[in-house]
């Protein structure tokens, strides 16, 4: 079966640090792959996205990733994290249906 | 600016009763979906609806219904709501048919913290 898995639940950061969330998905063919942010008390929104072309995808509020087909993963990063920056983090596949598989989720926190 | 509204931010039922989330999108979305979101599961489909009156099982299905009358609205059918339906309830709605390498972004209401007593 198809699977997401985010390899941080939690991560504390001070603010200025780099980020880097894994993110690694079960599945050989095509893929979309997201990464969706959930601010405190805000509903889910795309941070990024990939469906094809240039591997590295950037998002907004500084944000990129990058799609590393032999290692099925598409790893979010940011070079330089904001105490605004708290939230939870979702990595999400789609492999051509309707489903979209979401990983479990890490919550950033980022100390002023 | 997508929007999608759910009818309630928070619930409050007890337990066997039967309950009802709505959700409504305004641009037309062929596609419409509903989860769940609990900590350390992420999010969990429960039922999705790809046109009027067609529905499709998710991953936990069991103990929900849904309901698509109209394009626009989709609604979360609790028949006997437990103690173990208490969460965050989501609802989503996308423009695409879901091919693979097309953009078929999901676009999220506010969600409905739905407790059961």
């Known amino acids: 079966a198809q699977s997401v898995s985010q390899h941080n639940h939690h991560v504390i950061l001070s603010e200025a640090a780099s980020l880097e969330l894994g993110c690694n998905y079960s599945?050989?063919?095509?893929?979309?792959l997201f990464w969706y942010v959930q601010y405190p008390g805000q509903h889910l929104q795309l941070l990024l996205k990939y469906f094809s072309g240039d591997p590295l995808v950037k998002g907004i509020k500084g944000f990129e990733a990058e799609f590393i087909k032999s290692k099925f993963s598409f790893n979010l990063r940011k070079p330089s994290v904001q105490w605004s920056d708290t939230a939870e983090y979702f990595c999400?596949?789609?492999?051509?249906?309707?489903?979209?598989?979401f990983g479990a989720g890490t919550r950033l926190f980022v100390k002023a | 600016d997508v929007k999608v509204t759910q009818s309630s931010r928070y619930l409050v039922k007890r337990t066997g009763e039967k309950v009802f989330l709505e959700c409504v999108q305004d641009?037309?979305?062929?596609?419409m979906f509903w989860y769940r979101q609990d900590p350390g599961l992420g999010l969990r489909l429960i039922y999705f609806s790809y046109d009027v009156k067609m529905k499709e099982k998710g991953d936990i299905p069991e103990g929900y219904s849904v309901s698509r009358e109209k394009k626009e609205r989709f609604s979360l059918i609790l028949e006997s709501a437990s103690t173990n339906q208490t969460s965050m309830y989501l609802c989503?709605?996308?423009?695409?048919?879901?091919?693979?390498?097309?953009?078929?972004?999901?676009?999220f209401g506010p969600g409905t913290r739905l407790t059961v007593l």
């Open positions: 989503a709605s996308s423009s695409q048919l879901g091919l693979a390498g097309t953009n078929n972004e999901q676009f």
């Open positions: 999400a596949v789609n492999t051509g249906g309707f489903k979209t598989i």
């Open positions: 641009m037309d979305h062929e596609n």
């Open positions: 599945y050989g063919g095509t893929v979309n």
